[in-house]
Nanobody, 125 residues
Framework: VQLQASGGGLVQAGGSLRLSCAAS???????MGWFRQPPVKEREFLAT????????YYADSVKGRFTISRDNAKNTVYLQMSNLRPEDTAVYYC????????????????????WGQGTQVTVSS
């Protein structure tokens, strides 16, 4: 499985961006999600969504501002980001997992089978 993320860019504080991540390959993907890595910081869990979109988790830092969604017909996961802040500046990574998992697993960067290449999001003040 390969994950191709897109949609990053430069945006002013308060603005919005939508990230997309398309999965290619024949393996069934149960969980898809997003992490980010700000400059000189560790990777941070953001959100996950299961295959039928009935189980969604968000990090507290983005709850209410970011929305994750999934289109299985296109094998694509989205991250709609609103009310962006300078502290949202980071490289954003999409992730995928073949099987279900508990929240603690899904919040960990080692809980995923596949990672995309990352897309840069920069929020100016």
């Amino acid at each position: 499985v390969q994950l191709q993320a897109s949609g990053g860019g430069l945006v002013q504080a308060g603005g919005s961006l939508r990230l997309s991540c398309a999965a290619s390959g024949r393996t069934f993907i149960y969980i898809m999600g997003w992490f980010r890595q700000p400059p000189v910081k560790e990777r941070e869990f953001l959100a996950t969504i299961n295959w039928n979109s009935d189980t969604i988790y968000y990090a507290d830092s983005v709850k209410g501002r970011f929305t994750i969604s999934r289109d299985n017909a296109k094998n694509t996961v989205y991250l709609q980001m609103s009310n962006l802040r300078p502290e949202d500046t980071a490289v954003y990574y999409c992730v995928a997992r073949k099987m279900a998992g508990g929240l603690s697993v899904l919040q960990s960067s080692v809980g995923y089978d596949y990672w995309g290449q990352g897309t840069q999001v920069t929020v100016s003040s």
